[in-house]
């Protein structure tokens, strides 16, 4: 499981990388405003919090599973529900940069032009 998502954490960070440069070229009538510079130290950012993150959540499933298998229900049911909201953590931060793609991608598309 631990392997599962770090594979997943490493894969996805990538993913707007791979996106061409020329749409985040945004041009308004005469004038046009380059964002790569912007998106660069935005995915530098994500990607050190996204490895934190994985990192921190990779150990708070080991430890969880370490009190699960000391026994004890109530213990148990505390490591559970750890564990459980570990990976949602952890696959909320990982799928963030494909939601915010979907988003961008829509708002582009179904955007409001003054010209048409």
């Known amino acids: 499981m631990l392997m599962i998502l770090l594979v997943c954490g490493q ?19 005469e004038q046009t405003v380059d964002m790569t510079g ?3 130290e935005v995915l530098r950012d994500y990607r050190m919090f996204q490895s934190v993150s994985t990192a921190i959540a990779g150990v708070s499933v080991a430890v969880s599973a ?18 459980i909201w570990a990976l949602m ?6 799928v963030l ?20």
């Open 66 to 83: 370490f009190q699960l298998l000391q026994g004890g229900d109530q213990n148990a049911e505390r490591a559970k529900r750890t564990i």
């Open 11 to 29: 894969t996805t960070a990538y993913a707007a990388d791979r996106k061409s440069d020329s749409q985040w070229i945004i041009t308004e009538g």
């Open 89 to 94: 953590a952890a696959a909320v931060v990982n």
């Open 97 to 116: 940069p494909e939601v915010i793609g979907i988003g961008v991608t829509l708002g582009r598309q179904y955007a409001w032009s003054p010209t048409g």
């Open 38 to 40: 912007f998106r660069d």
